[in-house]
């Protein structure tokens, strides 16, 4: 197995995404490409990422299945400079990372055990769609930060809104002019951690649109596509009487 980034930016900025979620992934390699699916410790949400084949300027591999602790691994790309290229080569039970732009750099991360079972992303239905500017998702949810830690999304009057409120409050309004909204209902709520949403926007500063979907008091899916790479979160809603 052998595959080589020029541009690992891709995968060190993914990979910090992954690790606010979780430590220890399975990264499965095969014709695709590398991709990673995880549930965090809490059950609360699910992360899917992948980097397709053509994103890769080699790309030499059976299937395999790595067992990675990701802060390992984290360390070791934070190395990698603005004008390096990156190659993974499996021997044995270590993954050899050489990291070549002036000199050529070599280090070994060993190949681990992971126990926590793996899921695939569920086939989940929702009612509503909203595709935004990850800018103004990313504010939207720096805002309601400021006031409370958890947020809900609303379609209402055929316009999207997140807000939140405490003893304060902050509310963002989405009109068909400022995003793509697609939705079976003239009203849906529901709500979610902020803790977790602020971990997720990570991932949409690296994509420039954020695809939100949602249902009433429904999981919320995070879709961040670009032909360079794919990251998806699932988070469960907070179900609660008062908002």
């Known amino acids: 197995m052998l595959f080589k980034l020029d541009n690992p930016a891709l995968i060190v900025k993914a990979i910090d995404v992954i690790s606010e979620l979780v430590t220890e992934v399975r990264m499965k390699v095969n014709e695709a490409g590398i991709s990673i699916t995880a549930i965090d410790p809490a059950n609360v949400a699910m992360i899917s990422f992948m980097i397709p084949k053509s994103s890769f300027s080699q790309f030499e591999t059976d299937k395999e299945t790595l067992g990675i602790n990701l802060d390992s691994l984290k360390k070791i ?5 603005s004008g390096s290229s990156v190659i993974f080569e499996r ?6 990372i050489q990291i070549q732009d002036r000199i050529k750099r070599n280090f070994t991360l060993n190949l681990i055990e992971v126990e926590r079972e ?3 992303i569920p086939n989940l239905k929702f009612t509503t769609a909203v595709k935004l500017n990850s ?4 504010d939207s949810v720096e805002d309601c930060a400021v006031v409370s830690d958890a947020c809900s999304f609303l379609i209402r009057d055929k316009s999207f809104v ?10 963002s309004e989405f009109s068909g002019d400022e995003a793509e909204i697609t939705t ?6 529901s709500r979610y951690s902020l803790e977790y949403l602020q971990k997720f926007m990570k991932g949409s500063k690296l994509i420039d649109k954020t695809i939100l979907k949602f249902s009433d008091d429904h999981p919320l899916r995070m879709d961040l596509k670009s032909p360079a790479l794919e990251l998806s979160f699932i988070l469960a809603p907070r179900v609660e009487t008062v908002d």
Request: hydrophobic share 30%; charged share 40%.
């Open 77 to 81: 790309l934070r190395r990698c400079g």
């Open 91 to 96: 021997k044995g039970n270590l993954l050899n």
């Open 118 to 120: 793996e899921k695939e």
């Open 135 to 138: 800018v103004d998702f990313i």
């Open 162 to 171: 997140i807000e939140s409120r405490g003893l304060n409050s902050a509310r």
């Open 184 to 189: 079976e209902v003239e009203n849906c709520k």
